[in-house]
């Protein structure tokens, strides 16, 4: 390896932004571009060194490049600085966050739907509007509570590090803290607010379409309507409004981030943020809704199949959809089904290099996603109520403790290796996008100086 030496250790803010003590371990690890493996710095033998913007092979002006210097060949591997901590840090974060939604998120649903079951709000559809109105408006106010409290800690903590010369880690520690938590937070609100809209609308258009309101738990028990593959085609339509509402929304948030982001506008401004806030759940509602209606529809379609399936009671193979095989089946074809579909949309978006269809197909693959997710909660469910009824003295408890188990058996490998993938690919592709942004902008400011005269009169 040619000229450099190893870095020194990283500053006291640079390093307490990333949850370390300054003068502590080196919390900087080196990832090989050539396999992507991570290594601590500090464990190699050989040299860690950041090249200069005009040394470093390959990189662009004003770019400063780290490469490894292997000790016994002197070959120099191209590595990424990376905070394993920091890193470490937001995976849990996100991991409870989501969890947490997604059961708050259950717990709305089911307040709204006790409200929907009763006199008067159970007689039309028209009436079974007004609960929905009702959690959004006791969510909103909240989750206005929870944001003032964390804008507060965040005001606060901005002050003692304008207040503090030095740059104390731990006061730096405390700011990107307060910065983390109201990011997880305010995704958080978000989904709960989606999962309570999507479920109780959907309930509301299924009324709608049968006359018959379901129960709390989105079933038609007993079914009271005439069941049809019209009936879920109809659904099936419903969903697909859905979709397209939920990709102009999109476009509409992505144009204004754009604007704002040309504007320099502040984040944090009250009108902005609000508007931002429900765009956003009206997105991610919509894309529920479809995933909801989708589900429902092959639940109808599945009852309408065979022997007794104008009155629900058909199935496939002879299986009643509230069967558990029949729930395990459903779920299994979905899955290898979402596979599928999700590889070609995969390979139609690559190909489409002027990425007018990327919003489209990232709802698609969204709705597809989560109605998977849907059916194997609903298969899951059904096995924890089924083994729980087991226990005749106290079957709430078993079933309680079942949850528990499914869940710590399921968290752990998600948390450490899907959430831990997803959140990698979104990196990667937020660095895309701000790499076609800067090329687009380069070529705009290229194509004006080519376009202004060198001579004038």
Not at 339 to 365: N, P, Q
Request: proline residues 4%.
């Amino acid at each position: 390896g040619a000229g450099g030496g190893p870095p020194g250790p990283p500053p006291a803010e640079h390093d307490a932004e990333h949850g370390h003590e300054s003068g502590g371990a080196n919390p900087w690890a080196c990832m090989p571009a050539r396999n992507g493996k991570t290594a601590p710095a500090q464990e190699t033998e050989g040299k860690l060194v950041d090249r200069k913007p005009e040394a470093a092979n390959g990189a662009s002006k004003g770019v400063k490049a780290s490469v490894y210097i292997e000790p016994e060949t002197g070959r120099e591997v191209p590595v990424k600085k990376m905070f394993v901590e920091l890193d470490r840090r937001k995976r849990v974060n996100r991991c409870w966050a989501t969890l947490l939604a997604h059961c708050a998120g259950f717990a709305a649903v089911a307040a709204g739907g006790s409200i929907q079951q009763a006199a008067p709000f159970n007689r039309n559809p028209w009436l079974a509007l007004v609960p929905i109105i009702l959690i959004c408006a006791f969510l909103s106010l909240v989750f206005q509570v929870s944001q003032a409290m964390r804008a507060r800690v965040r005001r606060e903590a901005a002050k003692r590090k304008e207040e503090d010369l030095k740059t104390n880690a731990a006061v730096v520690r405390e700011g990107i803290r307060a910065r983390m938590v109201d990011e997880f937070c305010s995704e958080a609100e978000v989904d709960i607010l989606a999962l309570a809209i999507s479920f109780l609308l959907v309930q509301v258009v299924r009324f709608g379409l049968t006359g018959q309101l379901p129960n709390i738990e989105g079933l038609e028990e007993p079914v009271k309507f005439t069941c049809s593959w019209l009936l879920a085609l109809k659904l099936f339509a419903v969903g697909a409004g859905f979709m397209a509402l939920s990709t102009i929304t999109g476009k509409v948030l992505a144009r204004r981030e754009k604007e704002a982001a040309k504007e320099g506008k502040d984040e944090e401004e009250g009108a902005s943020r609000l508007v931002e806030l429900v765009a956003d759940v009206a997105m991610q509602a919509c894309t529920m809704s479809c995933a909801w209606c989708l589900f429902f529809a092959l639940r109808w379609a599945w009852m309408s199949t065979g022997p007794g399936g104008d009155k629900g009671e058909g199935g496939v193979l002879g299986l009643s959809v509230h069967h558990i095989e029949a729930r395990v089946l459903l779920a299994v074809g979905l899955s290898v089904l979402a596979f599928l579909v999700i590889v070609r949309l995969d390979k139609i978006a690559d190909d489409d290099e002027s990425g007018g269809m990327l919003k489209f197909l990232t709802s698609i693959i969204a709705g597809i996603s989560m109605l998977v997710g849907f059916t194997w909660e609903r298969s899951f469910d059904g096995a924890v109520s089924a083994v729980a009824e087991l226990s005749h003295s106290h079957p709430r408890t078993a079933k309680f403790a079942l949850g528990l188990c499914v869940m710590y058996i399921v968290i752990e490998p998600w948390r450490k290796f899907i959430l831990k993938k997803a959140m990698d690919l979104e990196e990667i592709h937020r660095e895309n996008e701000l790499h076609v942004q800067k090329k687009r902008e380069q070529a705009g400011s290229a194509r004006s100086v080519v376009a202004t005269p060198l001579l004038e009169g």
